[in-house]
């Protein structure tokens, strides 16, 4: 399949409390990060990317609290963000990157103390110690438009949008869309490659699709839909749950376009890819246990061994949800148009309890938590 961004106007560096809101034209080529690592070295230099990543003597960690969050982020926190990724990078391949790239390590580090001062005692401080030292070497690489994309950045600006949505007080804040135009700016994308790179990009595209519905905006993404997505060939269960991410993408587009036009082919085209993806679920997609109605919640209890099952399923109720209250089809005035809303109603309550279902049954998924408050 082939991501595109959307072409975009001039914008300026804004600063807010927590982090950068960044606007950037639309440009051929990306950044190239240089980043400013702390060594033990005789003096203290910036170097470039490859030259970073090729000495592998220099550490980035210096002491034990530290190397205690940077266990807790493959331990807890990169499970959060591997979710549909069965080679695990951001457990395996991102901590190894970030030993010897300061700007990674700041933001892994940040994570790590974000999330444990959310479900510890663990002061919050120190998350925004690193959030902020993680901030000041990446902003001035987002600013440089004249180098390639590297997935060290990519990266980075993923774990900190992840950073700020598993935080209440910022996680609509407009300052969730750092990096938006550095993220994927490039004309097309190989998703179907097995790299760091193309697992922060899916992380990137769930994390898009999550602002848009909360805010209620079009993503910046636009797709073409590969002809084995469009004809469901067998997959595992991780890109299988893409598959519907990325249909996401072009519901939530038709759904929030300031620019829509009622049209019902295209509407009809994306409900029935959703009804034709329901209708052709890999065997891993059935749950392990499914009742209507779970032990201590009106939701019902859908539990399943996979949290990438999880993530695809509720992206397909969430999709169905805009779907059924973007209807065309619905009368605009009249009896008829009391009747139909009435389905419309109907149709939405039973897709968010399915949505919240799956989240409350599949709890030690933060990120399916994450879904669940878009509802």
């Not at 990060?33 to 210096?62: D, G, H, N």
């Not at 148009?337 to 399915?354: K, P, Q, W």
Request: proline share 5%.
């Amino acid at each position: 399949m082939t991501f595109k961004w959307r072409p975009s106007a001039p914008g300026q560096m804004i600063k807010a409390p927590h982090t950068i809101l960044l606007a950037f034209q639309t440009v051929s080529r990306m950044p190239m990060l240089a980043v400013r690592c702390q060594t033990t070295f005789r003096e203290k230099r910036t170097m470039s990317l490859a030259s970073t990543i090729s000495v592998l003597e220099m550490t980035c960690i210096s002491t034990r609290e530290e190397l205690h969050l940077f266990r807790y982020f493959v331990s807890t926190v990169a499970r959060n963000l591997d979710i549909t990724d069965p080679a695990c990078h951001f457990a395996n391949e991102a901590p190894l990157q970030a030993q010897s790239n300061q700007v990674l390590a700041y933001a892994l580090l940040a994570a790590s103390a974000r999330h444990l001062s959310q479900t510890t005692d663990y002061s919050p401080v120190i998350a925004d110690r690193y959030h902020q030292q993680c901030l000041e070497l990446l902003i001035p690489f987002l600013d440089d438009a004249t180098a390639v994309l590297s997935e060290i950045l990519l990266s980075t600006i993923v774990i900190l949008r992840y950073l700020e949505e598993i935080d209440a007080s910022l996680a609509f804040n407009p300052s969730h869309r750092i990096g938006t135009r550095a993220f994927i700016n490039l004309q097309t994308h190989n998703s179907a490659t097995d790299d760091l790179r193309s697992a922060a990009f899916w992380l990137g595209v769930r994390q898009e699709v999550y602002y848009a519905i909360a805010n209620q905006k079009p993503t910046m993404l636009q797709f073409d839909r590969d002809e084995s997505d469009a004809e469901l060939q067998p997959t595992h269960e991780g890109a299988w749950a893409n598959r519907m991410v990325m249909h996401c993408v072009g519901v939530v587009n038709y759904c929030f376009s300031s620019q829509r036009q009622d049209i019902t082919s295209e509407y009809d085209v994306l409900l029935q890819y959703c009804k034709a993806w329901a209708s052709s679920l890999p065997p891993s997609y059935r749950p392990i246990l499914h009742q209507d109605q779970g032990q201590d919640t009106s939701f019902p209890e859908i539990a399943f061994l996979s949290s990438a099952v999880v993530i695809g399923l509720q992206h397909c109720h969430l999709a169905s949800m805009l779907l059924c209250a973007h209807d065309p089809r619905i009368p605009r005035v009249g009896l008829a148009r009391i009747s139909a809303s009435e389905t419309v109603d109907d149709g939405l309550r039973n897709h968010a309890r399915m949505v919240c279902g799956l989240a409350v049954s599949n709890g030690e998924c933060r990120s399916d938590l994450i879904t669940y408050t878009v509802c």
